[in-house]
């Protein structure tokens, strides 16, 4: 079984691309649309990662805050679309796992879900091999 992720992104053709890519690595992807909307997909769905991306601070560490305060053991990845020192800090206080700031490399998105996988108690089986010399790896 491959591991369930969640995205939430304001950016609607980022979220798709980034969608796609993560399902051609393996993946089972539910893109949210809104806070409400990515609770109950978490809940529906027993993703064990959200991917939260967008350019207000602010608001995704309110996102983060909410997640967190769910209770539901999902670890928290975010892509905020500007470095910012102080948004990663407090995001790391609220539990986040990790800030990865845009654009992505796909080949380091993957590698901090699959750490996440390992760590987890209850991880699901890995998935399915990859080519052990990657093309260049593609950026969104």
């Given at each position: 079984?491959?591991?369930?992720?969640?995205?939430?992104?304001?950016?609607?053709?980022?979220?798709?691309?980034?969608?796609k890519?993560?399902?051609?690595?393996?993946?089972?992807?539910?893109?949210?649309?809104?806070l409400?909307?990515?609770?109950?997909?978490?809940?529906?769905?027993?993703?064990?990662?959200?991917?939260?991306?967008?350019?207000?601070?602010?608001?995704?560490l309110?996102?983060?805050?909410?997640?967190?305060?769910?209770?539901?053991?999902?670890?928290?990845?975010?892509?905020?679309?500007?470095?910012?020192?102080?948004?990663?800090?407090?995001?790391?206080?609220?539990?986040?796992?990790?800030?990865?700031?845009?654009?992505?490399?796909?080949?380091?998105?993957?590698?901090k879900?699959?750490?996440?996988?390992?760590?987890?108690?209850?991880?699901?089986?890995?998935?399915?091999?990859?080519p052990?010399?990657?093309?260049?790896?593609?950026?969104?």
């Amino acid at each position: 079984m491959c591991s369930s992720l969640l995205l939430l992104d304001e950016e609607e053709q980022f979220t798709e691309t980034l969608a796609k890519r993560l399902e051609d690595e393996g993946f089972v992807i539910h893109v949210a649309a809104s806070l409400e909307n990515a609770l109950n997909l978490l809940n529906l769905h027993k993703s064990e990662i959200a991917i939260l991306g967008g350019a207000n601070d602010k608001a995704l560490l309110e996102i983060l805050r909410e997640i967190k305060c769910s209770d539901m053991g999902i670890e928290v990845i975010l892509l905020p679309d500007q470095a910012s020192i102080d948004c990663s800090i407090q995001a790391m206080k609220l539990g986040a796992y990790d800030c990865i700031t845009k654009p992505v490399v796909i080949a380091e998105l993957v590698a901090k879900i699959t750490e996440i996988r390992k760590q987890k108690p209850n991880a699901r089986a890995r998935q399915s091999k990859r080519p052990s010399t990657p093309k260049k790896a593609p950026t969104l």
